[in-house]
């Protein structure tokens, strides 16, 4: 390497890795609360298993859960509280045909429901895969119980077959749109509207390629529409990109959306939609070259506003085993509606080598616009219905319904990435701070079992907490919130879970409570408590933005605890740092307290070892934290150590230090010595021909019988005792290597290796007597 480059190099290693610690993608959430009964309300019942649907229905104060055979009425209060519950299992005839089908008769041959959805006269749509023969029904609350109504309907096309494929679904004035497969082998995808007058999307890999379903939405878009437009129903879902010009395959994100009131077409496009369009939606990560891919989503509108100010937020994942980074996207709806309105068209293009190049169509597009939903200027045209559409349009649909424009999100960046644990699931929440501003709150399921609150102030990523639902860790399937109970709702395969939106009790001190920088919560100095917005009637401290804990009153002054130690004792002063943001330092009678042998800083505490009486003292341990406003310090632990020698070494005794006998150094001194003495001793040996070598073994098998009889006979004993029979025979030893060919005291040389196996250092020798004095 050249000098200067190497130099070069040498100088921006330190410069790189400042940045690399300064990355928000490096930051960790505030605060980590592990597992804790006491953390949540939990539900699950014995022998039932894949919690990943529910249903809120906050007009009964119901959970409605539904999981492997069963669903659930739980109180949305307390979800630890069954209110009902009702058994959907297949049949042992379904149960056989799915056997007989080659599939495995635990895991896929059940009834797992998938579909819950309310209808307008209070009942509830429910569809479960029912061991790969999907069914439907109408369930009911009344009475305090359950009740399905034995009304089947076929539910493919509206219920996946296999209970481990993704899929969507959404009820609108009573009609089913759902996204699956419609056939056994999942290899038939369908967007359909399940009503009298059902509608699909056609079998075109155009439309269509190897898709994973995950979200749909309905966007009013009829309100208030100057043109007269028609409510939109949005899907998200990733796929096998066809227009990709590549060696393999690539997978990319989509959103499609289609009109409410499409018939489909009267000779072309018949029961199939003729307002089918889906753009690509990207979420750049750093420099990635492969595009994420979305798992979730969740529609959030302002019901004051209009609904172009309506937003998707979007969880990504990489599709590569090379990062581990998971992002939050958010997107307009109104960047989306522009350029399935405004935007142009992609049209495949045959090439020489019967490879088909998907371009931006240049030609002329037909009216109405292909995909257009019927408003007021096809009305003009007397085009009232999609029936009415002329075959040219419905044809220009049917091949191009792929969008050239990608949608990007709002400043063209993630609003949230994190490094570790996969997104799975995300929901949004509104809430007003103390300055008067709104922001929205992030709660993220993960595939370790864990919900991130996060909120980006003005493009700075901030994660809040971590919590922990599940132990052990089971991916988050599902996430719920109740405007009503101001409650999260998880679902995962071991059970479901419930916390409150506003943790604020987590903090038990002004400063703690202002650094967390949580909008739901706030310092009331009259009771002294970190409580909620909400709860609170007087003017609280908070700081969201900056983390301004200099607003804080003085914090009353923590008494030490007085802890005992006797000389030479060891112990451990603990000290549980209230943020990871936060760095702790210790202090001994108001000084820096420098780490050492004797004094060793750990993660939670420090270990004071064989502690002499010049130890004693103050001990005091500090979290020291940096906002964007200044550098905090508060006293987390106080101790009084008294090391008194009437204290008999008691106390928080972790071990006692070894005193009087060989230190580790010294046994490691001797065992050196004896290896370096043995190894002289067997080189000796093989210079004077008493072991033989390797490569004479063959000349040793070519001896006469009666120089074999004449040999030293091979014991492996222990070294006292060989020494014993040495000078009892009065015959000289030597000390050798076991040899494997000889098999003529294998049973002794077994018994006394096993003696041996646990001694250090560990030898495998054996000692011979020489009969021959030729051979010494």
Same mark, same amino acid.
């Given at each position: 390497?050249?000098?200067?480059?190497?130099? =070069?190099?040498?100088? &921006?290693?330190?410069?790189?890795?400042?940045?690399?610690? +300064? =990355?928000?993608?490096?930051?960790?959430?505030?605060?980590?609360?592990p597992y804790h009964r006491d953390n949540a309300r939990l539900f699950h019942a014995e022998g039932v298993s894949n919690y990943s649907t529910m249903l809120l229905r906050e007009d009964l104060d119901l959970l409605v859960l539904g999981a492997r055979e069963a669903v659930y009425a739980l109180d949305l209060n307390d979800i630890s509280k069954k209110r009902a519950s009702v058994k959907w299992e297949a049949t042992q005839q379904k149960k056989a045909e799915?056997?007989?089908? $080659?599939? +495995?008769?635990?895991?896929?041959?059940?009834?797992?429901?998938?579909?819950?959805?309310?209808?307008?006269?209070n009942r509830m749509y429910v569809c479960g895969t029912n061991a790969?023969?999907?069914?439907?029904?109408?369930?009911?609350?009344a009475g305090g119980e359950l009740t399905l109504q034995k009304k089947v309907e076929d539910g493919k096309g509206k219920c996946p077959f296999d209970p481990f494929q993704r899929y969507a679904s959404i009820m609108v004035d009573d009609d089913l749109y759902s996204a699956t497969s419609v056939n056994f082998l999942g290899s038939e995808p369908i967007l359909m509207r399940s009503s009298k007058s059902s509608i699909r999307t056609e079998f075109k890999s155009s439309w269509l390629n190897e898709p994973n379903f995950v979200s749909m939405a309905q966007m009013p878009e009829s309100d208030k529409s100057e043109?007269? +437009?028609?409510?939109?129903?949005?899907?998200?879902?990733?796929?096998?990109?066809?227009?990709?010009?590549?060696?393999?395959?690539?997978?990319?994100?989509?959103?499609?959306?289609?009109?409410?009131? +499409?018939s489909g077409g009267l000779r072309t496009l018949q029961k199939k939609w003729t307002s089918f369009l889906k753009a690509r939606l990207d979420c750049p990560v750093l420099e990635s070259q492969l595009p994420y891919i979305i798992q979730?989503?969740?529609?959030?509108?302002?019901?004051?506003?209009?609904?172009?100010?309506?937003?998707?937020?979007?969880?990504?994942?990489?599709? /590569?085993?090379?990062?581990? &980074?998971?992002?939050v996207c958010v997107y307009r709806v109104s960047d989306i509606s522009k350029v399935f309105a405004e935007g142009k068209y992609k049209t495949p293009v045959p090439v020489e080598t019967s490879f088909v190049k998907w371009v931006m169509y240049s030609g002329e597009v037909p009216s109405p616009r292909p995909g257009a939903c019927i408003n007021d200027e096809a009305r003009n045209a007397s085009i009232t219905t999609t029936l009415d559409l002329p075959d040219r349009t419905l044809q220009f649909i049917k091949d191009k319904p792929l969008m050239d424009q990608s949608i990007l999100p709002i400043g063209q960046k993630p609003v949230l990435v994190r490094r570790g644990a996969t997104f799975t699931h995300i929901i949004v929440n509104e809430v007003e701070a103390a300055d008067g501003n709104k922001y929205h709150v992030m709660f993220v399921g993960t595939d370790n079992g864990t919900v991130l609150k996060a909120v980006n102030y003005d493009g700075e990523m901030f994660i809040i907490e971590e919590v922990q639902l599940f132990q052990p860790p089971q991916p988050i399937k599902i996430l719920k919130f109740s405007n009503v109970t101001g409650q999260l709702y998880a679902g995962s395969d071991y059970g479901a879970a419930q916390i409150p939106l506003a943790t604020c009790g987590r903090s038990s001190c002004c400063m703690d409570c202002v650094l967390a920088r949580d909008?739901?919560? $706030?310092?009331?100095?009259?009771?002294?408590?970190?409580?909620?917005?909400?709860? =609170?009637?007087?003017?609280?401290?908070? =700081?969201?933005?900056?983390?301004?804990?200099?607003?804080?009153?003085?914090?009353?002054?923590?008494?030490?605890?007085?802890?005992?130690?006797?000389? $030479?004792?060891?112990?451990?002063?603990?000290?549980?740092?209230? /943020?990871?943001?936060?760095?702790?330092?210790?202090?001994?009678?108001d000084s820096g307290l420098i780490p050492s042998a004797r004094f060793q800083h750990l993660g939670d505490g420090l270990l004071i070892l064989n502690a002499s009486f010049s130890d004693a003292g103050r001990y005091r341990c500090l979290s020291v934290e940096r906002s964007k406003t200044d550098k905090y310090e508060t006293t987390v632990a106080y101790y009084h150590v008294i090391v008194d020698a009437a204290a008999g070494k008691d106390g928080q005794v972790l071990y006692h230090a070894q005193t009087g006998g060989p230190s580790v150094a010294g046994l490691q001194a001797v065992v050196v010595l004896l290896v370096v003495c043995l190894l002289a001793l067997a080189a000796w040996n093989f210079y004077k021909g008493h072991l033989p070598l390797p490569w004479k073994c063959g000349k040793n098998r070519e001896q006469p019988q009666g120089m074999h009889d004449q040999e030293a006979v091979n014991t492996t004993v222990a070294y006292g005792d060989a020494q014993r029979t040495a000078l009892a025979e009065d015959k000289p030893l030597v000390f050798t290597t076991h040899n494997n060919s000889n098999n003529n005291h294998a049973g002794e040389e077994g018994a006394v290796g096993a003696s041996e196996e646990n001694e250090a250092p560990k030898l495998s020798a054996s000692l011979q007597f020489i009969d021959d004095e030729s051979e010494i």
């Open positions: 390497m050249h000098p200067l480059l190497s130099f =070069s190099v040498f100088w &921006l290693l330190p410069l790189a890795l400042m940045l690399e610690e +300064d =990355s928000p993608l490096n930051s960790v959430p505030r605060r980590f609360v799915c056997q007989n089908k $080659g599939k +495995d008769a635990e895991m896929d041959c059940k009834n797992y429901i998938r579909i819950l959805h309310k209808m307008k006269d790969f023969d999907p069914e439907c029904d109408y369930m009911s609350f043109k007269g +437009d028609d409510d939109k129903v949005y899907l998200f879902f990733s796929e096998t990109a066809v227009e990709c010009d590549c060696y393999n395959k690539l997978v990319v994100s989509r959103v499609a959306r289609v009109c409410k009131g +499409d979730d989503t969740y529609r959030w509108c302002d019901p004051k506003l209009h609904w172009k100010k309506c937003l998707f937020y979007a969880v990504f994942t990489p599709q /590569s085993d090379t990062s581990d &980074l998971s992002a909008p739901y919560c $706030g310092w009331d100095k009259t009771v002294g408590k970190c409580v909620s917005l909400s709860d =609170s009637q007087s003017e609280l401290i908070q =700081s969201v933005k900056d983390g301004n804990a200099s607003l804080c009153p003085e914090a009353d002054p923590i008494k030490p605890v007085n802890q005992s130690i006797g000389p $030479g004792g060891d112990v451990k002063l603990s000290c549980l740092s209230p /943020s990871n943001h936060a760095k702790t330092i210790w202090q001994r009678d």
